[in-house]
Every structure is written in C-alpha cells, then in structure tokens.
C-alpha cells in the first residue's frame, strides 16, 4: 500500500523548533483505538455566545486560563499533563509536549476565544484564535491532541492528516485522554474535587449566577470581555462606558460609569 503523506497545514510552518519536532514524521506503529468517549465533563450547558479577548497561560494541552476564567478549546482532547505515550518502544511525556506546545504558541500572544457553552465544571468551552489561527486546529495538527467528532466536525480533517502522517502521539502508542482520565487517579481526585467545589457554591448560594461571566455581564458586556483595561486598550476600545460592549464594574475602580480611562492630570 502506497504511505500517506499529506500537508499538515500552517502548524509545520509556524517556525519555532517544538513545533517542527511536533511535525516530524516518525515510524511505522500499530494503530491505536479510533473510539472516542463521550466525556461526561465535557457535556455542556446552553450559553449565549461571548468574546474574551486577553493574554492567556496555560494547565495542559487544552486548557487556558484568561484572567479568572478557565477556557476548554472545544472540540478536540489534548492527552493530561502527566499522561506518557509510547513511541519506538519508549515512554515519552506526550501530556507534557502537548502543554508545552500549547504554551509555546500563546505565549506574548493577544488570544480571542469566542464561547461555545459551559460545561459540568463551570469551564468556557470555547473556539480560540491567536489571529486566524485556530489552536485546536495547531493541536490536532500536530498530533497531540485527538477530534472529538461527536462535539465538531472542525478538527477532523486535521487530526486524520497527523494520523495519516504519523505525527506526535501517532507515531507510536497511546492512550485516549478520556480512558486515561478515567484510569488515573490523579485525574479522578481532580475531577473529584471539582465536583466538589461546585456542590459548595451551590449549596451556599455563591454560585447563583452561575454561569458567571454569562449571567452576570450579559445585559452589560454584550458578548464582548476583557479581561483587563491593558487589553482593552490593546483593542482601542477603551475608555469604557457603562453599558458599552466589554464594560464590566470591575474595571471601573472610581465606580463613575468610565472604565479603563486615562490618569486625570493634575
């Protein structure tokens, strides 16, 4: 049978060494199971569509963290941040690579990420961009990070070329993130203890309004947040008027209506 080759897309000319090491094709291994899990964490709550617009670290390969929120990229599972694959007969910390290739492509970077829904643990779930680039799109290029068809069609196409191509966690053998989860201690404590924490703000009435950023701004923000004043500048949206697409009381620290406003001269 003839190889498989095909163009991974923009992710093998973005530049940087990681990435090119992401792309590399590598030999021959067993093909690993196709199915995928429905996740429980990932089934999600109707919310109305929202824009957050900021810098953005990192947890693993398909989680970030914008100002207090956690966003989930949508569509795709990236392996956890301990979980090891294996490849030519040798263990490699594929949840790392994955994080760090994420890292790698935010970092210094101005991302948009417009809301999808919210899932089970109070996470955005969200398509991010960092300009038209797509991350879950660099992800399942790459090879560290499987579709998950059953939520988009988005990212199939890109993840059956770094199978076709042998790339990151094709190259060799490995476990379905949700399998892994569901195997892990680690992973099992976690989500434990957010199922935890949800159930206290619950029961304390603190999570009311939940979810936060929906039910909180809407009738203020329009679909538009910032996750600070330096973003919204960065956006040239500032200064922010009350009832203005992205004002939020937060960023308003002398409560006058006016958020992100220039430093009054004396």
Known sequence: MAKLTHDIGPVCRF????IKRACSPMALKPMVRQALLVL?????FPAQAQIYLGSVSVIDGDTLVMGEER?????????????????????WACGQAAADLLRELVHGQRIECQQRDRDVYGRIVATCRMGRID??????????????????????????RAQASRVGM?????MMPADFRESDPESLQRAAEWNRQMTEEQASGSAADWPPMIA????????????????ARAAGAAPLYRGEPGYRPEMDGDGDGIACEPPRRR
């Not at 429980?40 to 999600?44: E, R, T, V």
């Not at 989930?72 to 392996?79: S, T």
């Not at 991350?135 to 059956?160: H, K, N, R």
Request: glycine share 6%; net charge negative.
């Open 15 to 18: 530049g940087t060494a990681l």
């Open 71 to 91: 966003i989930r990229l949508h569509g795709i599972d990236a392996p956890e941040a301990n979980q090891t694959c294996q490849r030519d007969s040798e263990t």
């Open 40 to 44: 429980p964490f990932l089934l999600c």
């Open 135 to 160: 991350l879950a799109e660099m992800m399942t290029s790459a090879g560290l990070a499987v579709a998950l068809p059953q939520f988009s069609q988005d990212y199939v196409l890109s993840a059956e």
């Open 170 to 174: 094709w190259a060799g053998e490995f």
């Open 216 to 231: 909180s701004n809407q009738s203020n923000n329009q679909g538009i947040y910032f996750a600070n004043c330096r973003e």
